[in-house]
């Protein structure tokens, strides 16, 4: 689990943006460590997957541009983004599946006059890639621990250009940090190690 740098202000931050004297290039960081995992070790490169929480989300969102010849799929938990795969170097896209309370305060999850929400992101995302419409819905799922019930909603779109799938989860009445249940970890990791990386160059 990589650990990025603390920032002027004590937090510990990733850089989304440019690099400078106080700003590293992780996408470099990360690229590396990937690279070493995967001299070390007999790793598939059709299945190398980022997943992060909040600014980690926001991460895994800009290792899908950044570095999108190297990952088969992001993870990205609490956190928004609103770069289409055009604007990417080469516009390979990634396989993306977003996970995200809807009573987030941090990274909310509803579109305001200053933020881009995830339906938003998501339906940019998809719609770029020529996604069928609509996705399929699975509601009444029980994969958070702290909410009463069963919270969780995926949606899910398939036929996407080279045969990348996006997935949405919204979970309702729950905040930045979800608490999953084993059976949700289980489902959440199975969807990710279930992408594949496009065979585009």
Known sequence: ????????????RWNTGPVGEFA???TAYLRGLVQDATARYAIDPARVYVAGHSNGGGMAYHLACAANDLFAGVGAL????????????DGRPVNLL????DQDDQHVFETTPDHIGVDDTL??????????EPPTTEAGLDFEGVVAG?????????????????QRWRLFGVGHIPIMTPAGSE?????????RRSSQP
Not at 98 to 101: D, F, M, Q, S
Not at 123 to 132: M, Q, V
Not at 153 to 162: A, K, M, N, Q, V
Not at 187 to 195: C, D, F, P, W, Y
């Open 1 to 12: 689990m990589p650990e990025a740098t603390l920032n002027a202000e004590g937090f510990t």
């Open 24 to 26: 590293p290039d992780d």
């Open 78 to 89: 609490s956190a928004t983004n609103d770069t289409l795969p055009q604007a990417c170097p």
């Open 98 to 101: 977003a996970l995200h309370g």
């Open 123 to 132: 339906r940019a995302y998809t719609s770029h890639l020529g996604c069928a």
């Open 150 to 166: 069963p919270e969780t909603e995926i949606l899910t779109w398939t036929g996407c250009r080279d045969g990348v799938t996006v």
């Open 187 to 195: 489902r959440l990791v199975g969807a990710l190690l279930e992408m």
